[in-house]
């Protein structure tokens, strides 16, 4: 018998604790944190449920262990057993001949969350030659992504020093319970020195017991509050005078345009106190450096997004918020191979780019918008990943799986991702999936979606292969670590099957390395930093550099400005005006409360154990949380006949779905729901999937391209008309 104690690093989500793992035999027989290695912190670990369970995961007996091939009809949850070898051979030539029939862009992938690393399904989708990757960036990421770009010429890390920082507005985000990590231990140390923090959320989270003020927002009227506070910081010229003159363009008409959001006014549409926007407004402006974190709270408000981002990205910038120690920092190229050239995204040709979905439908998110904003983030050297940032709007893939418009779209690869669960419209996504030729799913477990494949090929989890997060290469940080066993089984990196796809499809020189490590350590050589050293540290990290933009440029002899249009913060974004949107942040005006359908839907609260759709067949973790919530005030409530624990039916125009009612302090026009539930201990297969229509939050969403942004493709999971009902036990 042999026993060894790696490093390693949990990934049940996208933090990545560094863990110590007692190893027998090739199979972890322990595991506790790792203080040595970052990141860590005892009270997180204290807490998180989900990194002792890595042992009851890796055994669990629904594991994925084996390529299965579906024998039976598409749901009927017959499988056999096949080797890897016959499962890709037989993938690939089945892509082949759809790929000679209807072209590359027949294929279509789906992403997810951080579970793993997506750059090579990247990789091989541009050698491939299909644009149509999809996933969730449109509500998670990208609204912000995009509009810092093109307000600062490059996204920002939201920092929280809790010496320095004197005052944090936390909005739409909720540390406590979506990312129990040393970023909620941060707020908590900034707190117990005394400082303010205003947290903005229509629900009493976690968070926002620890705030000193909070402001219940109706769901998405948050883009009018950020005008409000903007009011009140030009009208008490509470603004960095100096950022402003110099480094700031369009703020005369900015500063017209708020003149329209008075809180008076602000105050009926968000259902809070006047008093307490222009509290919330001195506080950031007057207590600087202040910070400003956003959370998907934001990222899901349909065609609201962009313009609440607009408007808090120069709410930062007028009062001089940003690029400054304990304010928020612009990030920075990394030092290590960014996404941008390991995902090949300059090799897609452009006959390829010219069939992408969005193309004349999103005026931001597709290849011409892109290429304009990386000529400008060039400016500084700066590279964007280009393939989430263009990628395809999910609601016109799976219509064009339905209907063959433009073209059709006849296979699905889903990478770490449960389409059924955890993209909007689950209704139509069941009928797209039952429509196709060829579903391969990449898992760990048979999801509702993965039911549906034609194949699932078993793939490495947690401490089974090694980790490397880095932001997608926006910023230079990289942290993780090695696997700390072989994949038990015959399960493999995602990167595996993408290199052996690849190479049967004729891109044999564009894998080099032989394994997920061996690329993943060629990626940090530019670093100047081994892959033992860096494994031995958990991370690679760079001191922040602050106030770029007044470096002086030894080419001009000038300050080095932001990589935008005007060289300055664009308040008014001269990119907007040239695309046709509102170049100044001008909200999308809400549909109004009906009697049908009287209060605003939030889908997507968070809480521990789980993480989206994973972790409830752990009946230890499901234990911890057995039922879905309906979070509602104790008024909602009331009106509706409801008592605490009582079985609800939530209706939107989509669908309807059961919860049970938990009563928390909220915005009286707001209803919450827990998103992801199913109950994989039922039959794994049709009908049913796992029982995955009873208390699934998307059956009640739309991600219709329609009502989306039109310049991202953002559709609306918070502030969804709904409607309750009592149901019976
Ligand atoms: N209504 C509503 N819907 C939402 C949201 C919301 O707030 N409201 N949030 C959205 C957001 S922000 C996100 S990011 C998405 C998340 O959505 P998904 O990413 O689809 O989340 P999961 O359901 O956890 O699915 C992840 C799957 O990946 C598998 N997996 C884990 N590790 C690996 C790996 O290394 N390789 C592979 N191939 N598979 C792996 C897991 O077994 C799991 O089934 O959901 C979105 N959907
Ligand atoms: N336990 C757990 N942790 C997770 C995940 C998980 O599924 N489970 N998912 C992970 C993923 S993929 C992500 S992207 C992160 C997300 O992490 P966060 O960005 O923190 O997202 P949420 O936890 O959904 O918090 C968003 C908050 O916005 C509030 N909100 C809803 N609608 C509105 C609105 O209209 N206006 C405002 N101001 N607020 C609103 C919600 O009440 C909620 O408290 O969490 C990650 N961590
Ligand atoms: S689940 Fe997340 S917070 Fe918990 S140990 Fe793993 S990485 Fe850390
Ligand atoms: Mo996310």
């Given at each position: 018998?042999?026993?060894?104690?790696?490093?390693?690093?949990?990934?049940?989500?996208?933090?990545?604790?560094?863990?110590?793992v007692?190893?027998?035999?090739?199979?972890?027989?322990?595991?506790?944190?790792?203080?040595?290695?970052?990141?860590?912190?005892?009270?997180?670990?204290?807490?998180?449920?989900?990194?002792?369970?890595?042992?009851?995961?890796?055994?669990?007996?629904?594991?994925?262990?084996?390529?299965?091939?579906?024998?039976?009809?598409?749901?009927?949850?017959e499988?056999?057993?096949?080797?890897?070898?016959?499962?890709?051979?037989?993938?690939?030539?089945?892509?082949?001949?759809?790929?000679?029939?209807?072209?590359?862009?027949?294929?279509?992938?789906?992403?997810?969350?951080p579970?793993?690393?997506?750059?090579?399904l990247?990789?091989?989708?541009?050698?491939?030659?299909?644009?149509?990757?999809?996933?969730?960036?449109?509500?998670?990421?990208?609204?912000?992504?995009?509009?810092?770009t093109?307000?600062?010429?490059?996204?920002?890390?939201?920092?929280?020093?809790?010496?320095?920082?004197?005052?944090?507005?936390?909005?739409?985000?909720?540390?406590?319970?979506?990312?129990?990590?040393?970023?909620?231990?941060?707020?908590?140390?900034?707190?117990?020195?005394?400082?303010?923090?205003?947290?903005?959320?229509?629900?009493?989270?976690?968070?926002?017991?620890?705030a000193?003020?909070?402001?219940?927002?109706?769901?998405?009227?948050?883009?009018?509050?950020?005008?409000?506070?903007?009011?009140?910081?030009?009208?008490?010229?509470?603004?960095?005078?100096?950022?402003?003159a110099?480094?700031?363009?369009?703020?005369?008409?900015?500063?017209?345009?708020?003149?329209?959001?008075?809180?008076?006014?602000?105050?009926?549409?968000?259902?809070?106190?006047?008093?307490?926007?222009?509290?919330?407004?001195?506080?950031?402006?007057?207590?600087?450096?202040?910070?400003?974190?956003?959370?998907?709270?934001?990222?899901?408000?349909?065609?609201?997004?962009?313009?609440?981002h607009?408007?808090?990205?120069?709410?930062?910038?007028?009062?001089?918020?940003?690029?400054?120690?304990?304010?928020?920092?612009?990030?920075?190229?990394?030092?290590?191979?960014p996404?941008?050239?390991?995902?090949?995204?300059?090799?897609?040709?452009?006959?390829?780019?010219?069939?992408?979905l969005?193309?004349?439908?999103l005026?931001?998110?597709?290849?011409?918008?892109?290429?304009?904003?990386?000529?400008?983030?060039?400016?500084?050297?700066?590279?964007?990943?280009?393939?989430?940032?263009?990628?395809?709007?999910?609601?016109?893939?799976?219509?064009?799986?339905?209907?063959?418009?433009?073209?059709?779209?006849?296979?699905?690869?889903?990478?770490?991702?449960?389409?059924?669960?955890?993209?909007?419209?689950?209704?139509?996504?069941?009928?797209?999936?039952?429509?196709?030729?060829?579903?391969?799913?990449?898992?760990?477990?048979?999801?509702?979606?993965?039911?549906?494949?034609?194949?699932?090929?078993?793939?490495?989890?947690?401490?089974?292969?090694p980790?490397?997060e880095?932001?997608?290469?926006?910023?230079?940080?990289?942290?993780?670590?090695?696997?700390?066993?072989?994949?038990?089984?015959?399960?493999?990196?995602?990167?595996?099957?993408?290199?052996?796809?690849?190479?049967?499809?004729?891109?044999?020189?564009?894998?080099?390395?032989?394994?997920?490590?061996?690329?993943?350590?060629?990626?940090?050589?530019?670093?100047?930093?081994?892959?033992?050293?860096?494994?031995?540290?958990?991370?690679?990290?760079?001191p922040?550099?602050?106030?770029?933009?007044?470096?002086?440029?030894?080419?001009?002899?000038?300050?080095?400005?932001?990589?935008?249009?005007?060289?300055?913060?664009?308040?008014?974004?001269?990119v907007?005006?040239?695309?046709?949107?509102?170049?100044?942040p001008?909200?999308?005006?809400?549909a109004?409360?009906?009697?049908?359908?009287?209060?605003?839907?939030?889908?997507?609260?968070?809480?521990?154990?789980?993480?989206?759709?994973?972790?409830?067949?752990?009946?230890?973790?499901?234990?911890?949380?057995?039922?879905?919530?309906?979070?509602?005030?104790?008024?909602?409530?009331?009106?509706?006949?409801?008592?605490?624990?009582?079985?609800?039916?939530?209706?939107?125009?989509?669908?309807?779905?059961?919860?049970?009612?938990?009563?928390?302090?909220?915005?009286?026009?707001?209803?919450?729901?827990?998103?992801?539930?199913?109950?994989?201990?039922?039959?794994?297969?049709?009908?049913?999937?796992?029982?995955?229509?009873?208390?699934?939050?998307?059956?009640?969403?739309?991600?219709?391209?329609?009502?989306?942004?039109?310049?991202?493709?953002t559709?609306?999971?918070?502030?969804?008309?709904?409607?309750?009902?009592?149901?019976?036990?």
């Open positions: 018998m042999t026993v060894k104690t790696v490093a390693a690093n949990c990934r049940f989500c996208g933090y990545q604790c560094g863990l110590s007692t190893v027998t035999d090739g199979r972890v027989t322990g595991v506790r944190p790792d203080p040595e290695r970052f990141p860590h912190d005892a009270a997180i670990m204290r807490r998180c449920k989900r990194w002792p369970n890595a042992p009851a995961i890796l055994d669990h007996p629904d594991r994925v262990n084996y390529p299965l091939k579906r024998t039976g009809g598409r749901g009927s949850g499988w056999s057993r096949i080797t890897w070898d016959q499962a890709l051979d037989e993938i690939a030539a089945r892509l082949a001949a759809l790929k000679d029939k209807h072209g590359p862009e027949t294929l279509a992938t789906s992403i997810g969350g579970h793993t690393t997506y750059w090579p990247h990789r091989f989708m541009t050698l491939f030659g299909s644009p149509n990757n999809m996933g969730i960036g449109q509500i998670c990421w990208n609204p912000g992504v995009w509009v810092n093109l307000t600062y010429g490059w996204h920002i890390d939201m920092e929280l020093d809790p010496h320095m920082t004197n005052c944090a507005i936390l909005w739409g985000v909720n540390p406590a319970d979506s990312d129990n990590s040393l970023f909620w231990e941060t707020v908590k140390l900034y707190r117990a020195e005394g400082k303010p923090l205003i947290v903005v959320d229509p629900r009493r989270t976690a968070t926002a017991e620890a000193t003020l909070w402001l219940p927002v109706r769901p998405g009227a948050d883009p009018w509050l950020a005008l409000g506070l903007l009011h009140v910081v030009v009208r008490d010229k509470l603004y960095d005078e100096y950022f402003v110099n480094h700031c363009h369009g703020f005369d008409r900015l500063a017209e345009h708020v003149r329209l959001y008075p809180p008076s006014h602000v105050a009926g549409l968000t259902g809070l106190p006047a008093a307490d926007i222009e509290k919330a407004a001195r506080l950031y402006a007057a207590e600087a450096p202040s910070t400003l974190y956003t959370g998907r709270g934001l990222d899901q408000l349909g065609p609201n997004s962009i313009p609440v607009h408007a808090i990205a120069a709410l930062r910038a007028i009062t001089g918020n940003l690029d400054y120690p304990g304010a928020s920092h612009i990030s920075e190229m990394p030092d290590f191979t996404e941008a050239d390991l995902e090949l995204s300059a090799a897609l040709p452009p006959s390829m780019r010219d069939k992408q969005n193309k004349g439908k005026l931001l998110q597709n290849y011409a918008a892109f290429e304009r904003v990386r000529d400008l983030t060039m400016k500084r050297g700066g590279r964007l990943p280009l393939r989430y940032l263009t990628s395809a709007h999910p609601n016109l893939v799976w219509q064009a799986m339905l209907t063959g418009d433009p073209y059709p779209v006849r296979a699905l690869i889903v990478m770490a991702s449960n389409p059924l669960l955890t993209q909007a419209d689950s209704r139509l996504i069941h009928r797209a999936l039952h429509s196709l030729d060829l579903i391969v799913a990449l898992e760990l477990f048979p999801t509702s979606t993965a039911m549906l494949a034609d194949y699932i090929l078993p793939i490495a989890g947690v401490l089974e292969k980790v490397l880095t932001k997608a290469g926006t910023a230079n940080i990289a942290y993780g670590g090695d696997a700390a066993v072989r994949p038990y089984y015959e399960r493999r990196p995602d990167y595996d099957f993408w290199k052996g796809l690849g190479e049967r499809l004729g891109q044999s020189g564009q894998w080099p390395w032989a394994d997920f490590r061996e690329a993943t350590a060629a990626s940090l050589k530019p670093a100047d930093i081994s892959w033992e050293d860096f494994c031995a540290q958990g991370i690679y990290a760079h922040s550099n602050y106030l770029k933009y007044s470096e002086i440029d030894s080419d001009t002899g000038r300050e080095r400005g932001f990589a935008t249009v005007s060289g300055r913060v664009e308040l008014y974004s001269e907007f005006a040239e695309l046709g949107a509102a170049p100044l001008a909200p999308q005006t809400q109004p409360l009906t009697a049908d359908f009287p209060l605003l839907l939030m889908t997507g609260a968070r809480y521990h154990p789980y993480y989206a759709s994973s972790h409830r067949r752990l009946p230890a973790l499901r234990a911890l949380h057995p039922d879905p919530w309906a979070e509602m005030d104790a008024a909602t409530a009331d009106r509706f006949g409801l008592a605490e624990g009582d079985a609800v039916w939530v209706e939107t125009e989509r669908g309807r779905a059961r919860f049970v009612t938990k009563i928390t302090p909220m915005n009286p026009d707001a209803v919450s729901v827990e998103y992801g539930w199913w109950y994989p201990e039922k039959p794994a297969r049709e009908p049913g999937l796992g029982d995955m229509w009873t208390s699934n939050a998307n059956v009640l969403t739309s991600g219709d391209y329609a009502t989306a942004d039109k310049l991202v493709g559709w609306t999971y918070n502030g969804i008309p709904c409607r309750l009902l009592r149901a019976g036990m």
